[in-house]
């Protein structure tokens, strides 16, 4: 089993950009989930999905959009990039509250 | 007040000392509790969970919840070189997870 896989590994945009970010998990988990993590903030969450066909926001929604494709897969888009986006954005999903995540993307906008 | 509050550290322990890490929330409501661990440029991990007050216990780690003082701490006996990661806490309250920003714990040879 792969986990919880993340598309791209690095990313560079220029302000006023769009992209998508992908997430896939193979672990039959209904929640899944979008976290940013910024130097001495911790992860702080952007938007989840309790199931398929549900999405909700978490700490941090703006700027974001989500959609939850399948139980598989849920990607996170952001319409028009900012600087204030650099960050790296971490998917997880999780059974039973306890949350497995994939390896991260590691935006810059600049 | 943040939600979920940690000492940042960095918190230095000699090898085959106790690492004591603490945490302290705000919502009342919070039921569950964990410990991830995260190192240097990767995702974290989960160490632990915790759902009632008490320790509760796995391998050289202990969770301890106390929700009446709203306190959650971990401690890791036996402290390992390897053990040095930043170690988060995050609670879950219906789904949304709040995380503290993380102590940086050093296990020193």
């Known amino acids: 089993n792969a986990g919880v896989t993340q598309t791209p590994k690095f990313q560079v945009l220029k302000t006023g950009q769009s992209m998508t970010l992908q997430c896939a998990q193979d672990m039959n988990h209904n929640s899944m989930y979008w976290y940013r993590q910024d130097p001495g903030m911790g992860l702080r969450l952007i938007y989840y999905?309790?199931?398929?066909?549900?999405?909700d926001k978490g700490e941090v929604p703006n700027g974001y959009n989500v959609s939850r494709l399948n139980k598989r897969e849920f990607s996170l888009r952001l319409e028009s990039a900012a600087p204030s986006q650099t960050s790296v954005y971490f998917c997880a999903s999780s059974a039973y509250n306890e949350q497995f995540f994939g390896p991260g993307t590691r935006l810059t906008v600049l | 007040q943040k939600e979920v509050e940690q000492n940042s550290g960095p918190l230095s322990v000699p090898e085959g000392a106790i690492a004591s890490l603490n945490c302290t929330y705000s919502?009342?409501?919070?039921?569950?509790f964990f410990w991830y661990r995260q190192y240097s440029g990767k995702s974290p991990e989960l160490i632990m969970s915790i759902y009632s007050n008490g320790d509760k216990e796995d391998g050289r780690f202990t969770a301890q919840l106390n929700k009446a003082s709203q306190y959650v701490s971990l401690l890791i006996r036996d402290s390992q070189p390897s053990d040095s990661a930043t170690y988060l806490c995050a609670l879950d309250n219906n789904n949304d997870m709040r995380f503290g920003a993380g102590t940086r714990l050093t296990v020193k040879p």
């Open positions: 919502d009342r409501g919070s039921q569950s």
């Open positions: 999905s309790a199931s398929e066909g549900t999405t």
